[in-house]
């Protein structure tokens, strides 16, 4: 059994490859993400079809309260 690397489990989350990000600036300088924090991103992430479904959800509740 192996772990999932971070650019498979942003696959597993439904982001498109090339979404997770290589490097990042802080203060100005660029520097790359090591293995870890690509994982936290991740973690911490919300997938793009769950804000797509949620989003629909409260479109649709604001269009029935409107039409009470």
Do not use: Q, W
Request: aromatic share 4%; with cysteine.
């Amino acid at each position: 059994m192996r772990m999932l690397e971070p650019e498979e489990g942003a696959a597993a989350h439904g982001f498109r490859r090339g979404a997770l990000p290589d490097t990042i600036t802080v203060d100005g300088k660029e520097r790359r993400l090591t293995k870890t924090e690509k994982y936290h991103l991740v973690g911490n992430s919300v997938p793009p079809r769950m804000v797509r479904l949620l989003a629909e959800c409260n479109v649709r509740r604001e269009f029935a309260e409107a039409a009470e």
